[in-house]
């Protein structure tokens, strides 16, 4: 989020120094409190439609992105027309002038390439068009020029120039941090399928072994425990959703434990206190389940005690704005030095590549603050909190799309 206040800033300051230049309409200063002059209205003005426009076009470069962001943009430049194309086709024009679409494909050629803005004269012979001259600035992401910003005015303007620059800059930061909103969305959709890619070999093998061997000695524990499979596998690779709920998310882990304690028998106990209130909280997709696999592995499998028994306790509560989640186990532990190894993903011994992706996929939604806390010592078990926040926008409205 610094990243794109920065590039706000560094973008709209230009803007503003032309919309103020321009100063297209008076101030009212007693609806403006206190934006009394023309100056602070002008500037007032060219925020609040930098604003507005800027929306549509995190979600890209489309012809729907265009013309809702067109009619703002040609407000902040006070042109007769202007135009957003891609690399192919005029996708949306606002104002006067659609007829010179075509021309303007023709000469936008040389700019696409290079790069390089470029103002001309357009040829028309309708007397009473307004629009006479064309001003082209590339939209231009990662030196890759996705298309144009086209100004339309009635005469040349040295001033049009480099408003429409600053604006086309302005807006191809926005482009930029749409790309980056995919390669996020992109990157989370990699380290779910790295998850799936982890749990599945391991824990399918383990868990059909334990079926098969109930089949002919206690048939009704067998369906049972295959019920349980199939919707435990059912939910880890559905292929839909970043989001989930912490009930669903809950919920596969009940399918899970049912799965090891059948394997481990009384060698595991599970302690869960869940408060009700705290079930419906958004939260990524598989983010829990791996912790959960995490605890068994480092409390059953590589505990080293003359019990092997190992207890796990799994509490949600309400804290607030957040949900805070624990998950604790009295097993082996791990040396803290390679703990911060597995996280930094410099190491990654068995269940180390589920605590690095959850820690990252978290750090990513909710922010560095939100990454997760583990307390753990060799031989002191391991403690991991998560603290989820209970209304982050976005996140509970893609959760709610993914159940429904």
Same mark, same amino acid.
């Given at each position: ?44 003005? *060219? ?13 890209? /470069?489309?012809?729907? *992105? ?56 357009? *040829? ?92 002919? *000695? ?136 589920? /605590? ?49």
């Amino acid at each position: 989020m610094s990243g794109f206040l920065a590039g706000l800033c560094v973008a709209v300051l230009p803007v503003l120094a032309v919309g103020i230049w321009l100063g297209r309409r008076t101030a009212r200063p007693k609806s403006l409190g206190g934006l009394g002059t023309p100056v602070e209205h002008a500037t007032f003005e *060219t925020l609040h439609t930098a604003s507005l426009a800027a929306p549509p076009l995190r979600a890209g /470069l489309t012809e729907e *992105t265009a013309r809702k962001s067109a009619r703002k943009l040609r407000s902040l430049l006070g042109t007769d027309a202007l135009c957003l194309t891609d690399r192919e086709q005029v996708l949306v024009w606002d104002g006067d002038g659609a007829h010179h679409r075509a021309e303007i494909m023709e000469r936008l050629a040389g700019a696409l390439e290079t790069g390089r803005g470029e103002a001309f004269r357009l *040829t028309c012979d309708i007397l009473d068009c307004s629009v006479r001259w064309a001003v082209v600035a590339p939209l231009t992401v990662d030196d890759r020029v996705h298309g144009a910003l086209v100004a339309c005015a009635p005469r040349e303007s040295a001033v049009l120039v480099r408003a429409a620059g600053e604006v086309a800059r302005w807006v191809s930061v926005q482009l930029e941090l749409a790309d980056l909103d995919q390669s996020r969305t992109r990157l989370i959709e990699a380290e779910i399928k790295a998850l799936r890619a982890q749990i599945s070999p391991h824990f399918i093998f383990n868990s059909l072994a334990v079926i098969a061997s109930f089949v002919r *000695t206690d048939p009704e524990r067998a369906r049972e425990l295959l019920l349980e499979f199939a919707d435990f596998t059912r939910y880890s690779f559905r292929r839909h959703g970043d989001f989930t709920t912490l009930a669903d998310e809950l919920h596969a882990i009940d399918h899970y434990l049912a799965l090891v304690r059948a394997r481990f028998g009384d060698r595991l106990s599970v302690t869960l206190q869940i408060a009700p209130e705290v079930l419906p909280v958004a939260l990524p997709f598989l983010c829990l389940q791996p912790l959960v696999e995490n605890a068994v592995k480092h409390g059953l499998e590589g505990k080293a005690v003359s019990s092997g028994k190992c207890h796990i306790r799994i509490t949600a509560q309400d804290a607030g704005a957040e949900a805070l989640v624990v998950i604790e186990d009295d097993g082996a532990g791990m040396d803290p030095a390679l703990l911060r190894r597995i996280l930094a993903r410099e190491a990654s011994p068995s269940g180390g590549i589920g /605590l690095s992706n959850v820690d990252d996929r978290l750090r990513q939604v909710y922010g560095d603050d939100h990454g997760l806390v583990i307390e753990t010592a060799k031989g002191a078990g391991m403690k991991i909190t998560v603290r989820i926040p209970k209304y982050r926008p976005g996140v509970h409205s893609a959760a709610r799309l993914t159940r429904e």
